[in-house]
Nanobody, 118 residues
């Protein structure tokens, strides 16, 4: 089992930046993809950014050019968010899809709140 711990959320003004970190704890087998989803009140959870084992990246259209996802190592992934907008306000969740010896497991963190407001 993996445990995901997010950090770095907060309250910022429009145009400012934040970095979200996701620490992966536990015995890791093969991470197929790791990334971030977000959910605003009244909305469905949506994919923000994802990075695969081959290090290809995928972004939501609304964040392209402003957000960047990267893995520092096997256990630490981060999302650099620049030029934040009020519509980026949401709870952000770290997500991992893992192959544990042929069994696919999905994991979620508890979430970290990002609020963008003037």
């Amino acid at each position: 089992q993996l445990r995901l711990v997010e950090s770095g959320g907060g309250y910022v003004q429009p145009g400012e930046s934040l970095r979200l970190d996701c620490q992966v704890n536990g015995n890791i087998y093969t991470i197929l993809e790791i990334g971030w989803y977000r959910q605003a009140p009244g909305n469905q959870r949506e994919m923000v950014a994802m990075i695969t084992a081959a290090r290809t990246t995928n972004y939501a259209e609304s964040v392209k050019g402003r957000f960047a996802i990267a893995r520092e190592n096997q256990r630490l992934m981060y999302l650099q968010m620049n030029t934040l907008k009020p519509e980026d306000t949401a709870k952000y969740f770290c997500y991992v899809r893992e192959d544990r010896l042929g069994i696919i497991q999905d994991y979620w963190g508890q979430g970290t709140q990002v609020t963008v407001s003037s």
